[in-house]
């Protein structure tokens, strides 16, 4: 065998959630039966416009992409509220800016500080990177950040603070004065996560005019549709940006995820209609599943809910089973750090879906 890095050989690997192929396969199910409410994906489907133009596109993916991706970060910049200097997109999501972050800024022995519990990427993908993860502290029912606790770990190797908003897995959202406390007392970047921002209603760009330690980070994967494309992108300080771009692989952005990205950018009749859907679809699960009497359910603002398990007597393994037997896949959070064997998170669905969700979860428990 040859020498694997240390790092590799100890490195916990990131658990996804679960793909309807694999669940089909492992249950013997139909893959069209199967219900999906396990990766924050949108139910909706990608725009008509997007497909439309994939298909017009499908006969130049022997050519290589275009690198400087203007069009694209002009139309992206506009739809942001920012300039086309202070946007870099990425290939593989948000996952691949979350990369860059490390490789930018990340010398071994770095920390990086992430309140838990929170998107288990930054952990895992910072790592790899050489950074050494320091935990704050998400509070649990309140659902908010706890600043206190990111303060009191800041140190001098601080060069990253993740701040998830609204946050995965718990649906809560962070005060912007809270997010300008932390950036007035560090020079780390502080990476506010709007992944879901669209969801909320809210959003912290205004901060990039005051702040050059400000990053934000979003994707395609969620409102826009396009998970499987993998689109990510950042917005920050330009001299920063231009920093990223160096290390960035030159054509990590296919050509067919371009087109599907401008496509959709472009298609606001689509966009408007996801973010209404999702909305209307998560308060209706909310309400149904606050009735539920054995279940705690976090208010969110993202695109599922946090639900406690516990008063179940099931733990969130057994309870994903059972419900995986039955064709609906949502995710267990026994993987994520700072939460127990008592947690699951259902994004949501079309009102179709949450009904069978619905009614399957009140038989099983
Ligand atoms: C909070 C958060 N950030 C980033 C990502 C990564 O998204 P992408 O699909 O663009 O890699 C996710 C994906 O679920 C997420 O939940």
């Given amino acids: 065998m040859v020498k694997i890095r240390k790092l590799v050989k100890t490195l916990n690997p990131y658990v996804p959630g679960r793909s309807i192929k694999e669940i089909a396969k492992e249950y013997g199910l139909n893959p069209d039966k199967i ?6 994906e949108n139910p909706l489907g990608p725009s008509p416009k997007a497909v439309e133009a994939l298909s017009q596109n499908l006969e130049y993916m022997n050519q290589y992409p275009e690198t400087d991706l203007k069009d694209l970060t002009e139309v992206l910049a506009s739809y942001s509220n920012v300039s086309p200097s202070q946007v870099i997109l990425g290939g593989d ?3 691949e800016i979350l990369d860059l972050l490390g490789k930018t800024l990340i010398d071994p022995g770095d ?11 930054y952990e895992y993908i910072l ?11 998400w509070d649990m029912p309140q659902n908010k950040v706890n600043v206190d606790s990111i303060l009191n770990v800041l140190s001098p190797r601080t060069r990253i603070i993740f701040l998830c908003t609204p946050n995965n897995p718990t649906g809560g959202l962070i005060d912007k004065k809270d997010i300008e406390i932390i950036l007035d007392r560090t020079d780390a970047l502080v990476v ?20 050059d330690n400000l990053f934000i980070l979003r994707t395609f994967s969620k409102v826009m549709g396009l998970a499987g494309m993998r689109i990510g992108y950042g917005l920050g300080n330009p001299q920063f940006i231009q920093y990223m771009h160096r290390i960035k692989p030159a054509f990590s952005l296919t050509r067919l995820s371009q087109i599907a990205a401008l496509a959709t950018l472009n298609d606001k009749e689509y966009i408007k209609n996801s973010i209404q859907l999702a909305i209307k679809s998560r308060e209706y699960l909310y309400t149904e599943l606050v ?16 639900l406690d398990i516990r008063k179940t007597g099931l733990d969130s393994k057994i309870l994903t089973k059972k419900l995986m037997e ?9 993987s994520f750090r700072g939460l127990d064997d008592y ?3 259902v994004n949501v669905g079309t009102i179709e879906d949450d009904k069978k969700f619905i009614e399957v979860l009140k038989e099983i428990i």
């Fill in 127 to 137: 790592t790899i990177n050489g950074g050494v993860p320091v935990f704050a502290q």
């Fill in 326 to 334: 039955k064709g609906i896949i949502v995710r267990d959070c026994s």
């Fill in 111 to 121: 920390e990086f500080i992430v309140p838990i519990p929170s998107y288990m990427y």
């Fill in 291 to 306: 009735n539920i009497s054995d279940l705690d359910v976090f208010k969110s603002k993202a695109n599922y809910l946090l």
């Fill in 343 to 345: 947690w699951i998170r």
């Fill in 93 to 95: 999501g948000a996952d």
């Fill in 192 to 211: 506010v996560d709007e992944a879901y921002f669209e969801y909320a209603g809210a959003n912290n760009v205004d901060l990039l005019n005051d702040y």
């Fill in 35 to 40: 219900i999906k409410l396990g990766s924050n």
